[in-house]
């Protein structure tokens, strides 16, 4: 059992960044891979990033290569995703989710828990 809170979106402008936190509460956290995926209104949720238990492991959708980061702090039972250089086409809620095993996937049908999701709005 895993209950997930996020927090950090907000209303930026073009080329500004924000970091989103995924505050998860289940005494098996340590041992379950996450990711975070986003959905835009009309559209399907889509992957966006994912870090296996350890932290070791990260992968990121194509379209946020190299300007999103997806880390974790175990101790603080908290995973978090930095978005730099933002563009009108982030906007999407955002959202944290579990998957019940050590690698994460891009499939979000394989994730047995989510949060409520934080809004990300970038305007041009």
């Known amino acids: 059992q895993v209950h997930l809170v996020e927090n950090g979106g907000g209303l930026v402008r073009a080329g500004a960044s924000l970091r989103l936190s995924c505050a998860a509460s289940?005494?098996?956290?340590?041992?379950?891979?996450m990711a975070w995926f986003r959905q835009a209104p009309g559209k399907e949720r889509e992957f966006v990033a994912g870090?296996?238990?350890?932290?070791?492991?990260?992968f990121y959708a194509d379209s946020v290569k190299g300007r999103f980061t997806i880390s974790r702090d175990n101790d603080e039972n908290t995973v978090y995703l930095q978005l730099n250089g933002l563009k009108p086409e982030d906007t999407a809620v955002y959202y944290c989710?579990?998957?019940?095993?050590?690698?994460?996937?891009?499939?979000?049908?394989?994730?047995?828990?989510w949060g409520q999701g934080t809004q990300v709005t970038v305007s041009s």
């Open positions: 989710a579990v998957i019940l095993a050590v690698t994460p996937t891009r499939n979000k049908d394989e994730y047995a828990y």
């Open positions: 289940g005494r098996t956290f340590a041992h379950y891979a």
């Open positions: 870090i296996s238990w350890s932290g070791g492991t990260t």
